[in-house]
C-alpha cells in the first residue's frame, strides 16, 4: 500500500530540494509527496492526510517544528505518524528537545540526500 510523506520547510529550496531526493520513492513505491510551507499549515496537511512520515522543519513561521511535532504526539489518532525533525539547530540540547517531544530522529543541514533517502526507506520498510 503506498504512503505519503510530507516535507514541511519555509525555505522553497529546501522543499524542492527534499522533493527531488524523495521523488525516486514516488517513481519507484507509489509513494505521494506532500509540502506545507510553514508549521501551521504543515499541521493541518498531516491531519487531513495522515502521512506516514514528515520531515518537519523546526525554525517557522506561524508554529514551529516543536509545537507541530507536540501537537502530533498529543493526538492519539496521529500517534503513529513518524516525525524527522530537519534543521539548522544542531545544538546537543535542541536535538535532544526533540527527541523527548517524540521526533523519530533529528537530522541536521545540510543534509546528505542519499542518508534522506535510506532513512525514508526504512521508516516507510520499503525494499530495495
Do not use: W
Not at 525554525?59 to 516525525?83: A, F, H, T, W
Amino acid at each position: 500500500m503506498p504512503g505519503k510523506i510530507l516535507v514541511v520547510d519555509d525555505e522553497v529550496h529546501i522543499r524542492m530540494l527534499l522533493e527531488q531526493t524523495l521523488e525516486e520513492l514516488e517513481d519507484d513505491y507509489g509513494i505521494e509527496l506532500l509540502t506545507a510551507e510553514n508549521g501551521e499549515e504543515g499541521l493541518d496537511c498531516i491531519r487531513e492526510e495522515r502521512p506516514q512520515l514528515v520531515f518537519l522543519d523546526i525554525m517557522m513561521p506561524y508554529m514551529n517544528g516543536y509545537e507541530v511535532c507536540q501537537e502530533v504526539r498529543e493526538d492519539p489518532e496521529l500517534s503513529s505518524i513518524k516525525i524527522i525533525l530537519l534543521t539548522a539547530k544542531g545544538q546537543e540540547v535542541d536535538r535532544k528537545h526533540g527527541l523527548e517531544l517524540g521526533a523519530e530522529r533529528y537530522m541536521t543541514k545540510p543534509f546528505d540526500p542519499d542518508e534522506i533517502l535510506e532513512v525514508a526507506k526504512n521508516i516507510l520498510q520499503l525494499e530495495d
